[in-house]
């Protein structure tokens, strides 16, 4: 139906889609070639891959992979791929002035063009959302030309060809059809949280608290049974007289499988930022501190295999839970079990004096981005075997090897910078989150009380979540 409302929706899609988005690409250019001298943008996939790069480097990348444009070429490039180009992928660090503009645009754009009810617009809307977007222009050093096609297209001088509009037609029928089958899911999730319902009252009345009292014998058994596991692969080594070559994952590290976080809650922040210093060398040591079952342990594993998966980083894990922190040959024990994690081929319990071994090794340690996780090291802080903790701490962080070290008390080592992340309870927002992402369709109302109750506590969402999950989910 053509009506002036029509062709005003019309102008103004036209306006938006193409003109400005061709002056968002201009600025991506400009901007781009600014603070990269070195590396101008290209319309390549040459650009395209060192962008990439940054975001890997600075430890964006596993958040952001999805929303990065398949080409390098700007031209391909909708507003939604600009937008994030411009204010979100962090390779850029825009004049707050710009930044404004560049939202502004983006916040039309949404309005309009994000969920459409009607492709009408009346003429006061569409002379005040042009003068916005005029504002935001000139606040972007539109070109004389862009600015007259614009001009041109709201006085009609400029006709948009009917192929454009039939365009727009066809995309906002897709939206509608969408919509409306949003509306139909909706209805059968209501089902679902009727059903749900009824575990309002067991939940908060009775698993809550349940799973708090039992939160730290769950990590305690976890923890008894991995040394198990680890203990009797030593055992069978030993006895078949066959050397460890290798023990873990495709990269030939270690993680004890029961500790390895299937499901990750919280501290995404934290986990970016200890990945960048680490990869970087910004710093040697980042120590994660806080209260039991607050997730530090899950938090070290998590930076790992991340270190692993985009640095090619080899991961060793030592318990310090389960070493004899009183004992005289702690040193040794240490670096034993270093050994051993790292899949070096040394078997503990042979004639082989591991400290010798640690140091012969530390050569190809240098060739290659080694990380140690020591965990819970909160024991041998209050022992009087600190000292050769320390003296081991040093030896490794010496020959570049970089270390993680998670404990319920702080601690320093004089002479090194020390990256610290002192963990605290998720925010109510946070943990509603998290039980989102597990249990998805779960009743708003029931959430919020679930967080409020689990009081932030991370171990204590995912016991929740996984309860919620087998009650219902899998049935």
Known sequence: MDTPQNRNFFKLAFILLEIVTEQLRNVFKQEWDKQHPNNPWEDDNNSLQYFIQILKNGGTWKNNKSKVPKSGNRNDWD????????????????????????????????????????ASLSDAKFQAVYKDIEVCMDGLNCSARLKKEMDDIRTGVMKIPEDYMRNIEAEMKKVVAEMRTVVALQADN?????????????????????????????????????????????TNCVNMDIPVTRIGNSFGTYFPESLKPNYYVGHDREIDTAVSLLANGTYQIVTITGPPAIGKTATAITIAQELVKWHSFKVAFVDFEQLNV????????????????????????????????????????????????????????????????????????????????????????????IHQIKLEPLSEPLSAEALHKMCPGLNEELVLEISKKTGGVPLLLELIGHLLQEAFYEE
């Not at 309002?200 to 058994?221: G, R, T, Y």
């Open 79 to 118: 507003p939604t791929a600009l937008f994030f180009m411009l204010l979100y992928s962090g390779a850029l660090n825009l004049p707050a002035v710009l930044k404004q503009h560049i939202d502004k645009l983006r916040q039309i754009r949404n309005e309009y063009f994000g969920h459409p009810s009607t």
């Open 190 to 234: 209501n089902k679902l949280l009727t059903k749900l319902h009824f575990l309002q009252k067991l939940i908060l009345f009775f698993l809550v608290p349940l799973c708090a009292l039992v939160c730290f014998s769950f990590v305690s058994s976890f923890m008894q049974s991995t040394m198990s596991s680890r203990e009797s692969v030593r």
């Open 326 to 417: 009183t004992s005289n040959q702690i040193e040794k024990d240490i670096f034993q079990e270093i050994l051993f994690s790292l899949g070096t081929g040394f078997v503990p319990g042979t004639d082989v004096d591991p400290k010798q071994e640690f140091q012969t090794q530390m050569r190809t340690m240098k060739l290659n981005q080694t990380l140690l996780i020591f965990d819970g090291i909160e024991t041998i802080l209050d022992s009087k075997s600190k000292s050769k903790f320390y003296e081991v701490t040093k030896q490794c962080l010496s020959n570049n090897i970089k270390l993680i070290a998670t404990s319920r008390k702080d601690f320093n080592i004089i002479g090194m910078s």
